[in-house]
């Protein structure tokens, strides 16, 4: 009921909460119809998509991401990629590797604290689209707790 809500009310639609939750719907889709279609791939960065993943991440040269990886070789390969190229996009990027025991959601969940600046808060939608675009399902971006660890926390757990 998105659509309708925003023919009622077409500047409400405009508000980043707005679009934000309209994204989460429209990455949730693809993610159903990924899953439907049986056990899941190993996820990778494809060097097709990473051309226009820098260059859509390129606009918010300087953020700063935390990024939390999982152990195990299929989380820390796709970390790796990432990282490669968020640094080419002139992304700031602290990488911290944890035990895949520890509170480490599945899959790749993006945080932006809700206390963030604008630019932070743009750059964490301007994340997920990248990678939903590149074809790497992501969750989020989810509100953090106000004055969390990181302003802008991207978290790669197991499948």
Known sequence: HIDDSAKLDPQGDEARRVQRLRSKANRGLVQQELESKGAPGRRSLR???????VEALAASKGQALRLV??????????CDQLVAALTSAGWAVTRETVATDAAVPHGVLIEVATDADDATQAAADVLAGALEAAAVPARGPDDAAPGADAPLRMTIGAQ
């Open 47 to 53: 060097p097709q998509a990473k051309t226009s993943f």
């Open 69 to 78: 990886c999982s152990r195990g070789a299929e989380p820390s390969h796709l």
